[in-house]
């Protein structure tokens, strides 16, 4: 795990980029902002979280980090370890966490459940979709502390890398650590204008969608987008998923899990 802090005084206002190995976007986005000696207002602290599974190149060593929180420093298992050690860097802050994903290109974010930091925070970000994870966060970073997770785009993507950079300004310009996210005269690949809270459209997680082992998998619905009962969803070597209900699919893909293809999700409307 690798720290910097900005600022004088304690930080009540924290990022953290590669809780997965794989997934290089937080920790090149924290790197650039860091290296850019920015003027800080607030004191704000940065976390690669994984360093080990990220020279490894792989998503993790011994278990899913995000699956590990809150940790235990005697855990036999690396991200266990390291679980205990990051929740204890980040308790009582506010904090965003940077991620890629193999099943949407454009940003969204993720929250334990929609409360009072994410309505002030959620708006002033790149995106148009969040979701609750509700009884899907366990284990999850966003379980603990206040927490805003940001898918930033494709795994391994430079469009990843880009976002997650911009991503963490925005969310620093509305946690008052910056002034305002642009920089000079570079232009953000993201609209950055905050966006009302109408403008948010808010899902929550309701099940799984199971995923038997097979050679060659297919995703035939689209993320966020509504699914009706009787369509096809997904194929497993042909063999076929249809829907029984209404649902929105959410970090749907044919590769992203081992077991799952995603999430169904509800849509509960917007932020407003």
């Given amino acids: 795990m690798r720290i910097y802090e900005?600022?004088?005084?304690?930080?009540?206002?924290?990022?953290?980029?590669?809780?997965?190995?794989?997934e290089p976007c937080g920790q090149r986005a924290i790197e650039r902002f860091v290296a850019g000696e920015p003027s800080v207002e607030r004191p704000?602290?940065?976390?690669?979280?994984?360093?080990?599974?990220?020279?490894?190149?792989?998503?993790?060593?011994d278990e899913d980090l995000n699956r590990a929180f809150p940790g235990d420093p005697?855990?036999?298992?690396?991200?266990?370890?390291?679980?205990?050690?990051?929740?204890r860097e980040l308790r009582g802050k506010t904090v965003l966490s940077l991620h890629s994903t193999q099943s949407y290109a454009e940003p969204f974010a993720l929250v334990?459940?929609?409360?009072?930091?994410?309505?002030?925070i959620c708006p002033h970000l790149p995106m148009e979709y969040l979701v609750e994870t509700g009884p899907f966060s366990t284990g999850r970073l966003i379980d603990h502390a206040h927490t805003i997770e940001v898918e930033c785009g494709l795994q391994g993507s430079e469009e990843a890398a880009t976002n997650a950079y911009w991503i963490l300004r925005a969310f620093l310009s509305a946690t008052g650590v910056l002034p305002a996210p642009v920089e000079g005269d570079v232009e953000p690949p993201l609209s950055l204008h905050r966006r009302d809270e109408d403008e948010v459209t808010v899902f929550r997680l309701?099940?799984?969608?199971?995923?038997?082992?097979?050679?060659?998998?297919?995703?035939?619905?689209?993320?966020?987008?509504?699914v009706a009962p009787g369509d096809t969803v997904a194929a497993a070597d042909g063999d076929a998923y249809s829907a029984d209900d209404e649902f929105y699919p959410v970090l749907l893909s044919a590769h992203g899990?081992?077991?799952v293809f995603g999430y169904a999700a509800d849509r509960l409307g917007t932020l407003a």
């Fill in 74 to 87: 005697k855990a036999e298992s690396h991200e266990g370890r390291l679980a205990h050690d990051l929740v």
């Fill in 44 to 61: 704000v602290k940065l976390v690669v979280a994984n360093e080990e599974a990220l020279d490894a190149g792989l998503r993790y060593l």
């Fill in 206 to 226: 309701l099940d799984q969608i199971p995923k038997n082992p097979a050679e060659e998998y297919r995703i035939f619905v689209d993320n966020f987008q509504r």
């Fill in 257 to 259: 899990y081992e077991d």
């Fill in 112 to 120: 334990d459940e929609v409360d009072a930091v994410s309505r002030a």
């Fill in 6 to 22: 900005l600022g004088e005084g304690t930080p009540e206002v924290a990022v953290v980029g590669s809780v997965h190995g794989d």
